[in-house]
């Protein structure tokens, strides 16, 4: 899953820690500790033992929090499309029913 690797390398460095200590701390390896602060990738066990290493709430960890405002900008978008969808496929389907019924009327 996506995590935020700026709030954990924030959080991490407010307490301190090396990205060993860290790793140490939370029962991760160094290389785990690494990923997360270069790639923003962890598996739900990693950010479950950042959670409550750093003492932060999960949500605060992951990218899909719905209080941040790239999800709520990437929320509206995805609302747009799906409108822009509903909107097609009424079109589409209005086509259709309107073709099919002139076959059964002509013929």
């Given amino acids: 899953m996506e995590i935020s690797r700026e709030r954990v390398r924030q959080a991490r460095v407010e307490r301190g820690w090396t990205q060993q200590q860290l790793a140490e701390l939370a029962d991760l390896s160094l290389r785990t500790v690494q990923r997360v602060e270069n790639q923003g990738v962890a598996s739900n066990e990693t950010v479950s033992a950042l959670s409550a290493v750093l003492e932060l709430p999960r949500r605060t960890l992951l990218l899909q929090d719905p209080t941040r405002p790239e999800y709520q900008a990437a929320a509206r978008h995805?609302?747009?499309?799906?409108?822009?969808?509903?909107?097609?496929?009424?079109?589409?389907?209005?086509?259709?029913?309107?073709l099919v019924l002139r076959m059964f009327v002509s013929g």
């Fill in 78 to 98: 995805m609302g747009l499309l799906l409108t822009l969808g509903m909107l097609v496929g009424a079109i589409i389907g209005a086509g259709v029913t309107v």
